[in-house]
Every structure is written in C-alpha cells, then in structure tokens.
C-alpha cells in the first residue's frame, strides 16, 4: 500500500467570499487513510460546478435572494447556512467532480483497487442507511474533494471507470448529469414525453437532453443563441432562445404543439411563470437549481387548475450513480468539456465558469 506524501498542492477556502477567497497552496496537509472504508485517490481531474462558486459566495443563505454570482455577498458570514442548512466548515477544498487513480485504501477494500481510474459519486451518505436524505453531504462540501492533488473518499462512493474518455472528460459527469437522470426519474420522464430544458447549454442542462433523448423523450433546449451551434451536437428535438418572448408560438413553430409535457428547469427568476405556462394540463415540473433567480411568482391557479406537479431535485437515489457509470461504459451519452485549467491557473477556470461563454463544462487538470 502507497501512501500520499505529507503535503500537497490545493486550492483552500477559508472563509465565503469573492474569488480571491480561493488561495493556492503548495505545502497543505495531504489526506491520510484512517478508517477501513478509506480509499485515497491520486486526482487526475475535477470539473467545476456552481456549487462550488454558490458555497464560497454564501448564495444559498437564505439573506440572498439575487441571481448567482461570483461575488461574494456581504450580508452572509461564516455562519450562515450552506445547501443542507448548516453552516460549510472552513478551511474547505471544494471540487466533487473527481476522477483519480485510487494508491491507497483502508482494510474493508479489494487490494486489486489499487492503481484503478474511478469516479466519485459525489453524495456523501450514512452507508448504513444510504436511503436517509437527512444525513447526507456533498462532496467538497461537507468534506474535502477534489481541487488538489490528493482526495479521500469513502469505498461505497467510487465506481471503477473503464472508458476511453480522458480523466478531464470524465470530470465533465458525475455531479451535472447524477441531477439531471435524477430530476428526469422524478418527473418520471418516458418514451414520448416532451421535455423543456432551460440553460441547455450548461453541464445539467446539456445532460438533460442526452439523457431525455436516451430515454426516447423529445427534448426542446432553451439557450442564448451564441451557442446554438454547439447545443446542436447534443442532438436536441428542436433550440429556442435562452427566454422567448412567445414561448407557446415558438413552441408551436419547432415543434407543432405549444405545450410540453415536462419542464426541466435549473433557471427559475422571472421566465419561471412563462415555463409553467408552456406545461400541458397534468404536466411535470422539475426543478435542480435557480442560476437565474431563486425568488420566482407562482400563481397558485395555474398549479390547481392545470393539475401540475412539482418535484424539487436535489438528493440522488442510490441507484442514479452506477446507472450513469454503466451510460459512460457504453458510449450512450457523451462529454461537453468546454476547457481545461491547471489547479495554479484556477482563478482564471473559475472565472471563465462564472462568465458562461463555454458550452458544457471547465475542468480542473492536476498531473
Ligand atoms: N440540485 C443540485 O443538486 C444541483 C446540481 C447541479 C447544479 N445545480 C444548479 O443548477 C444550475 C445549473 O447548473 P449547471 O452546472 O448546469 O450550470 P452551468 O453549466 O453554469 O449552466 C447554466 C446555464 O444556464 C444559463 N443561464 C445562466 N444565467 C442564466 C439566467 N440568468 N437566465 C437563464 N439562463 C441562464 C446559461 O446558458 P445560456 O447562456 O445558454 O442561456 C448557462 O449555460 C445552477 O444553479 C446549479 O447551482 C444544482
């Protein structure tokens, strides 16, 4: 059994803040193995994902009600709420999106996992009761992930990955499309449903529609039009503009009805009543984030007199990782790395993630 070394390369967060609060560090303390469900993971790669920029600006208090933003805000302290509703322990090394070589592991694993490539669902779970919503973290988030050399993760979160995907196109998966197989499972997405997806070029947004259109669904994708051209290779039904000023006729015009039946939706703000509006009678609405605004108007009417349904998505069933993994294994969906940064170069790949001019994703590259 190999062991890190006693100190590595990291990005650490010490506190919320603006982006400066990401501080490079060449000597932090390296994760060690100290319980028999260890595995400690050598980090190839690690996508980027608004979790990440939300935690370390404090967006998910419940004192922001604005858009995201790369910003921090100054009405949110170290006390304040993270995602779950307790308070992120600093200092934090953020990142869920790892992919490694696994180089050491406690007793309870195979020996022959030494020297595999994995990927790490990025649920933290009580693996006793791996069903308990209410005792569940994120990676990078209620503990250490991956934007540095060496990561530890518990042996139930990893899947082996054999693939000829690169580390950093792999890094591109695990949290963007383990949200939206899971939205798609609660809205119970099927073979001719039609689904309206918003940010359709971003890392879930792109994941809804392969993974809609694997389920035999067709897939409408909302997105600025600057990046239609790639949004296209996803293979969407049909591509509307980011927020159309007349979404039933524009439906009407791509796809020849004006009402779908599910809404994907990680915007939310203002367009939100627009998007209920464009659901059938009994439709679905399934929502996994709110990039555009977490405060929407809901006119109560519109939920009880069409007879919609809402899931809020969050928290992955057990099932949903192992599920993508075997996706990837067969070739069934397919990566959107948009760049790749080195970790002392991670300002500026954060930078480009926050001012959204990529399609699909921006990863992280360690070796
Ligand atoms: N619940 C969960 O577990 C979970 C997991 C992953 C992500 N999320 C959340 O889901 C959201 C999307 O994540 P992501 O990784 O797909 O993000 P992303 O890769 O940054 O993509 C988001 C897309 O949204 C669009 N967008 C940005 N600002 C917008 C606005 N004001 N109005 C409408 N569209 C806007 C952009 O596309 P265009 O420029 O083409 O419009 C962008 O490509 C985030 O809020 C994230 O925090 C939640």
């Not at 490079?24 to 100290?34: F, G, L, R, S, T």
């Not at 970790?343 to 992280?364: C, M, R, S, Y």
Request: hydrophobic share 35%; glycine share 10%; net charge negative.
């Amino acid at each position: 059994m190999t062991t890190a070394p006693s100190t590595m390369r990291a990005i650490v967060l010490k506190g919320h803040g603006d982006i400066d609060a990401n501080e490079y560090h060449e000597d932090w303390p390296a994760p060690q193995i100290n319980s028999p469900d260890d595995v400690l993971i050598k980090v190839h790669a690690c996508g980027m994902n608004n979790t990440d920029v939300n935690t370390r600006t404090g967006w998910y208090s419940k004192a922001v009600s604005e858009a995201t933003s790369g910003d921090g805000y100054s009405k949110v302290d170290n006390e304040d709420p993270s995602w779950g509703g307790a308070p992120i322990s600093f200092p934090r090394i953020q990142g869920a999106d790892i992919v490694g070589t696994v180089v050491a592991i406690g007793s309870n694993s195979d020996p022959e996992l030494i020297g595999k490539r994995v990927m790490a669902d990025c649920w933290l779970r009580d693996w006793d009761n791996p069903d308990d919503k209410n005792s569940t973290g994120y990676f990078g988030s209620e503990c250490d992930g991956g934007f540095a050399e060496y990561t530890k993760a518990n042996r139930h979160n990893i899947q082996v990955v054999n693939s000829d995907l690169s580390h950093a196109e792999l890094a591109t998966f695990s949290c963007s499309y383990t949200t939206a197989e899971n939205l798609l499972n609660r809205v119970g997405c099927k073979e001719g449903d039609c689904v309206l997806i918003t940010g359709a070029s971003g890392g879930v947004g792109s994941a809804l529609i392969q993974l809609a259109n694997r389920r035999g669904a067709r897939t409408i994708a909302l997105a600025s039009e600057s990046k239609h051209a790639d949004v296209a290779k996803f293979n969407p039904t049909a591509i509307l503009p980011r927020n159309p000023d007349n979404l039933s006729k524009a439906l009407a015009n791509a796809i020849g009805q004006e009402t779908v039946s599910i809404v994907a939706d990680i915007a939310g703000g203002e367009y939100f009543p627009t998007l209920l509006d464009a659901l059938e009678r009994g439709g679905r609405y399934g929502t996994s984030g709110a990039i555009a605004g977490p405060m929407v108007e809901l006119d109560l009417r519109t939920l009880y007199l069409k007879d919609l349904t809402f899931h809020g998505c969050t928290i992955t069933t057990t099932n949903v990782f192992p599920d993508l993994v075997r996706y990837i294994k067969n070739g069934e969906i397919k990566p959107a790395l948009a760049a790749t940064y080195p970790l002392e170069k991670f300002k500026e790949g954060q930078q480009a993630f926050i001012d959204k001019k990529h399609t699909g994703n921006i990863v992280i590259t360690l070796d």
